[in-house]
């Protein structure tokens, strides 16, 4: 009994390896082609709602980018974050320790389609 569990375990395993397809280079080209044709058509992003609704996901949006550009660790030294959202945008900046000198990034993203449209960090 213990080999056809083993056996059938083993099947189902190498079942879900294969049941997963690809499209492949090719046709992330043509539905990039696509998308760049007609921007609005059949797309989620309507530029009216709001894809990033919340500080958390304001914050997970931006940290991946400022980690990657600055280092995780400096960025990480700058919390509390301050995070505002103003009019459509997410305002994001990092903060200093009490009486410490130096600078902090700054990064706005559009909460409508997640845009980056400013990255800086003062010295």
Same mark, same amino acid.
């Given at each position: 009994?213990?080999?056809?569990?083993?056996?059938?375990?083993?099947?189902?395993?190498?079942?879900?390896?294969?049941?997963?397809?690809?499209?492949?280079?090719?046709?992330?080209?043509?539905?990039?082609?696509?998308?760049?044709?007609?921007?609005?058509?059949?797309?989620?992003?309507?530029?009216?709602? #709001?894809?990033?609704?919340?500080?958390?996901?304001?914050? @997970?949006?931006?940290?991946?980018? /400022?980690?990657? +550009?600055? *280092? $995780?660790?400096?960025?990480?030294?700058?919390?509390?974050?301050?995070?505002?959202?103003?009019?459509?945008?997410?305002?994001?900046?990092?903060?200093?320790?009490?009486?410490? #000198?130096?600078?902090?990034?700054?990064?706005?993203?559009? @909460?409508?389609?997640?845009?980056? /449209?400013?990255? +800086?960090? *003062? $010295?």
């Amino acid at each position: 009994m213990k080999k056809i569990a083993i056996i059938l375990s083993f099947t189902l395993i190498s079942c879900n390896e294969v049941t997963h397809s690809k499209l492949g280079k090719e046709y992330a080209v043509q539905e990039l082609q696509e998308t760049l044709a007609n921007p609005q058509d059949n797309n989620f992003v309507d530029n009216k709602e #709001f894809i990033i609704k919340d500080k958390k996901t304001a914050i @997970a949006v931006s940290e991946p980018i /400022l980690f990657e +550009i600055y *280092g $995780k660790s400096h960025i990480e030294d700058q919390k509390p974050y301050e995070v505002y959202l103003i009019k459509n945008y997410w305002v994001i900046r990092g903060t200093l320790m009490h009486l410490s #000198f130096g600078g902090t990034f700054l990064i706005i993203i559009d @909460a409508r389609n997640s845009r980056v /449209l400013r990255i +800086i960090h *003062g $010295k």
